[in-house]
């Protein structure tokens, strides 16, 4: 909401949200030691305009601009209007835009998505997702991770307003994929142990949970998987301690992750072509002719 200036213009220059500029809309210059209170002590009671001198004098750039651009309305008095609408008129449907604007921008703010997010999706390769030789529920884990849609404490907030957003294996920072996957300082010492840390280091440079996933898609097959399985057995036991089960043993999770990418080398071991080698047997000669056998080594 936002006050519109009227003829009373009773409004409280410091307090209230009448500037119609930021998320608070109120002013960003500090009071410092002015006497002035009411948005009336602004205006010029010859004219009935704002007093340009004063306002310049006292505010910020910004504030002034924002200040002298505000029409002083002399028929009506101060009132509350929509600051979404251009008439000031609450509807249900202009409610909802600024929903969804707030949505959106929390979203990227998230993920780091930039306008070209359409086109980013449409160039991930998904299908190397699918085509990874684990389990499918590694795969759907990936999948979810890099459309960011796991229920991580951040996410649930934007469902769940007073939902709590500490992380429940530290608690001491707020969970979003960031912090879960790569900041958790439990997290850390695994990736340390696991001899990754150069790669936790290049990923947390990265802005969106999809170009994590893409980068880690683009390493060396046995890193690829050991990353990949480190994220997921992570993940089972952050949840096994959200629900209060147990508490996270970082050598527990190396270990898991250590037998997970031993089982996936003894896999592609095994699904290795065979090379069926032929062996020589000797062969008499035709008539006619004599053949002479010898050791090669000899």
């Known amino acids: 909401m936002i006050w ?31 006497v002035l209170n009411k948005v009336a002590d602004l205006i010029d009671p010859v004219t009935g305009c704002w007093d340009k001198p004063l306002v310049e004098e006292i505010f910020w750039e910004s504030d002034a601009r ?9 028929d009506t008095d101060d009132f509350v209007a929509w600051h979404f609408d251009t008439r000031g008129m609450y509807s249900v449907k202009s409610a909802y835009h600024v929903l969804e604007d707030q949505r959106e921008r929390s979203a990227k703010k998230q993920v780091g998505d930039s306008s070209s997010g359409a086109v980013h999706q449409r160039n991930f390769e998904w ?43 530290c608690k001491r920072f707020d969970e979003n994929g960031g912090h879960c996957f790569l900041k958790c300082k439990p997290m850390k010492l695994c990736w340390r142990i696991l001899c990754l ?16 996933v893409q980068t880690i898609l683009k390493l060396e097959d046995d890193r690829r998987m050991e990353v990949f399985f480190l994220l997921w057995v992570w993940w089972y036991a952050r949840n096994k301690v959200k629900s209060g089960e147990e508490v996270i043993r970082v050598e527990e999770v190396v270990h898991k992750v250590k037998l997970l990418v031993y089982d996936y080398a003894s896999m592609r071991k095994d699904k290795r072509p065979h090379v069926n080698v032929q062996r020589n047997k000797w062969v008499p000669p035709v008539d006619g002719r004599l053949k002479l056998n010898f050791d090669g080594a000899f």
């Open 66 to 74: 924002n200040i002298l651009a505000i029409p002083v309305r002399s």
């Open 197 to 212: 840390e150069d790669i936790r280091l290049s990923l947390i440079q990265l802005v969106s949970a999809r170009d994590v």
């Open 127 to 169: 299908d190397k997702i699918w085509s990874l030789q684990c389990i499918p529920k590694v795969k759907l884990f990936i999948w979810r991770l890099a459309h960011n849609s796991l229920p991580l404490k951040i996410n649930i907030k934007r469902r769940v307003p007073d939902a709590k957003t500490l992380c429940p294996v």
């Open 4 to 34: 519109r200036v009227g003829n009373v213009s009773g409004i409280d220059i410091w307090e209230d949200p009448w500037i119609p500029a930021g998320v608070t809309r109120r002013l960003i210059t500090p009071r410092r030691g002015t």
